[in-house]
């Protein structure tokens, strides 16, 4: 396997979770169809949940529809998968701003380890936004040096 391939497999399987996933988280009583929610933003998260999908499908596409220009393509690609990505960690810095949270009581709780003596909570948004943040940069590596 070629270091390009992997690349563009890595930045596939980002995408690809960024339009599938929300599918299934987004779209159940923990958001959709929570009863605790505004109507308002129940509306948001729908909407949200149906522009990502296509937007997922068409990075996928420019990594994989054959025809020229495939560094462009893939770097136009990765930028599209970053920009959910950066969208969250905005989010996530400025939530003080407007009384913004990770989660909702209601909703997935996080996942707690036990390291030696201490418990850790680790939200699991922050936990797979981070890792897709550090797997997307290193496709942008690994097709820079192919």
């Given at each position: ?110 996942a707690r380890l036990r390291v030696g003596s201490r418990d850790i909570a ?7 936004v981070t890792l897709a943040s550090v797997l997307l940069l290193v496709s942008l590596l690994l097709?820079?040096?192919?």
């Open positions: 396997m070629t270091a390009a391939l992997a690349a563009r497999l890595i930045v596939s399987a980002i995408a690809a979770g960024q339009g599938v996933a929300p599918l299934f988280i987004d779209l159940n009583r923990t958001h959709a169809t929570n009863p605790f929610w505004p109507d308002h933003a129940r509306f948001h998260v729908v909407w949200q949940v149906f522009t990502g999908l296509p937007l997922a499908a068409a990075t996928v596409a420019l990594l994989w529809w054959p025809g020229p220009s495939l560094r462009h393509r893939f770097y136009f690609a990765a930028f599209l998968a970053a920009a959910s990505l950066l969208g969250f960690f905005v989010a996530t810095a400025f939530r003080r701003l407007y009384d913004g949270t990770l989660r909702d009581p209601n909703g997935f709780q996080p680790v939200d699991m948004n922050l936990a797979l097709f820079g040096f192919s």
